[in-house]
């Protein structure tokens, strides 16, 4: 009877802290009918910075002038948009962007998810769909002569120095005094609470963990499923022998990066290898993090 062994790691591959922007160079541009190009990396030390959970920084229209995407949220991690010291666009870490920028010369511009859908795509960072303002129409964010696409989502700060980005402490725990490093486990569920960032994972609840629930097996296939956010990427590793250290020996075995996935558990089907046992593990992967 074979035997599995079930073994769990968590990876974190996040980005640096705000800095410049996060434009591609090569693919920098957006098109309004009624306004022409714009560079969504403006100058570069002045350009979009498009983030996990907020954008920063401006878009620069020859026509219009500069267009202000958002100088930080007042409650370090999501705008409110209501109010006039806090607004901006906000990313909810799926992919949509909401909210609003500013035109000194244009006035108010919307981004939604009813008409518009602007989006950035989690795996390319191509960006797509339409903002829109009532003095200048629809902005498209890509056509087929260009598009704007972000090399990174930037973490944003990280002002206590304990790995884990302002945004996701303020977002999870109101303060950045509650979660920590140096294997601090608020919830004690054996995460500490600087693992529980990159799996997006409740750093308070000790049921919620990015862990392997089950392995079945049936027609030649090792069915391998864990708990998954749609804020992240996975990879499921394998290795007949567990290896002297935790990052060698193990090989991708579920066809690279799966997700974001839309429900959890996810499951993926992977070939067995006849009759030796074998050890799984899983790694999320923050989007466009490196």
């Not at 429900?263 to 070939?271: D, G, L, N, R």
């Amino acid at each position: 009877m074979k035997q599995n062994v079930l073994f769990l790691f968590c990876l974190v591959v996040s980005g640096p802290a705000w800095a410049d922007s996060t434009i591609d160079p090569a693919h920098p541009y957006a098109y309004g009918a009624n306004i022409g190009w714009l560079n969504a990396r403006g100058d570069i030390a002045n350009g979009a910075g498009l983030g996990q959970s907020y954008c920063t920084g401006y878009v620069w229209s020859a026509n219009c002038g500069w267009i202000v995407l958002g100088n930080g949220p007042t409650n370090g991690w999501q705008y409110g948009n209501a109010a006039a010291d806090d607004w901006g666009i906000n990313h909810d870490g799926e992919g949509r962007l909401s909210g609003y920028a500013w035109g000194a010369n244009i006035g108010w511009v919307t981004f939604e998810q009813v008409q518009g859908q602007p989006r950035v795509n989690l795996l390319t960072g191509n960006l797509s769909g339409y903002a829109w303002g009532a003095n200048v129409g629809w902005i498209g964010l890509s056509n087929a002569q260009a598009f704007a696409r972000t090399t990174r989502l930037d973490a944003g700060p990280d002002s206590d120095a304990d790995g884990i980005p302002d945004y996701w402490e303020y977002r999870e725990a109101g303060d950045l005094g509650t979660l920590s490093d140096g294997g601090h486990d608020q919830d004690s569920d054996d995460v500490p609470d600087a693992d529980e960032y990159p799996a997006d994972t409740d750093p308070l609840v000790d049921t919620d963990l990015l862990q392997i629930v089950s392995i079945t097996t049936a027609s030649g296939t090792n069915n391998v499923a864990w708990t998954t956010r749609p804020t992240r990427f996975y990879r499921v590793e394998a290795t007949n022998a567990l290896p002297a250290a935790t990052d060698i020996g193990w090989a991708d075995v579920g066809g690279g990066l799966i997700g974001p996935p839309a429900s959890s558990p996810t499951k993926v089907a992977i070939p067995d290898e006849g009759n030796r046992g074998r050890f799984y593990r899983v790694q999320a992967v923050i989007p466009l993090g490196e």
